[in-house]
């Protein structure tokens, strides 16, 4: 089936501009996670819904940065007067629970350079 | 402290050998646990869960230790497609959040 997918593959921006980054999970998948990932370094947790909700923004690296999910499906990352050392690849992950755990399954990321 | 901490590396690999790493977490309370492989500029993909009696999928062989609290992988016969950057991962079971990701192992397979 369809795996997740995450658009645009690439942003170029200048700083002070707004991004939006959009991640779409595997169909049925409730858990939806967000990742940075900068050059050479390890994943960077920054955010992660149940359905909707978000219960655990605590790796949203400053006020700039906000999510949103909706119906339980697409979700956007904002970054809102981006800077350089925002440049990174955003990773998105979506899950679903079973009985034995849960797997998370990765996006291809965008890769979001900031001039 | 990092909850998931792996060696960095790079472990260089003549092709055919066999190549083992660790990675180990400090929270007790995981229960859940995972190893990707990451190639340069490419999304992480699960390579292999790892369950408690420890597992083997073909070449790849985790182990589980929750006594000292570190997972293994090994990796037999290695091929120079295995060349990437394992992560180790971590969660607490039957709780939704946070997957703890190590920071990764890099293998290198030389000819």
């Known amino acids: 089936g369809a795996g997740v997918s995450q658009s645009p593959s690439n942003k170029v921006t200048e700083k002070g501009k707004d991004v939006e980054l959009r991640c779409d999970p595997i169909s049925g998948h409730t858990a939806l996670y967000w990742y940075r990932q900068r050059l050479g370094q390890g994943l960077e947790f920054l955010i992660y819904f149940q359905g909707n909700s978000a219960p655990d923004k605590s790796g949203l690296p400053s006020d700039r940065f906000s999510a949103e999910r909706t119906g339980e499906s697409v979700s956007t990352l904002t970054i809102q007067r981006t800077q350089q050392e925002d440049s990174a690849v955003y990773l998105c992950a979506s899950s679903r629970y079973r009985l034995g755990g849960e797997t998370q399954y990765f996006g291809p990321g965008t890769r979001l350079l900031v001039l | 402290r990092k909850e998931v901490e792996q060696d960095p590396g790079p472990f260089n690999v003549p092709e055919g050998a066999t190549v083992a790493f660790n990675c180990t977490y400090s929270n007790s309370a995981s229960q859940s646990f995972f190893w990707y492989r990451q190639d340069c500029r490419k999304e992480p993909k699960l390579l292999m869960s790892?369950?408690?009696s420890g597992n083997e999928d073909g070449r790849f062989t985790a182990q589980l230790n929750r006594a000292s609290q570190y997972i293994s992988l090994l990796i037999r016969d290695s091929k120079l497609s295995d060349s990437a950057t394992y992560l180790c991962v971590a969660k607490v079971h039957d709780s939704w959040g946070k997957f703890q990701f190590g920071a990764g192992t890099q293998v290198v397979v030389t000819p």
């Open positions: 790892v369950y408690s």
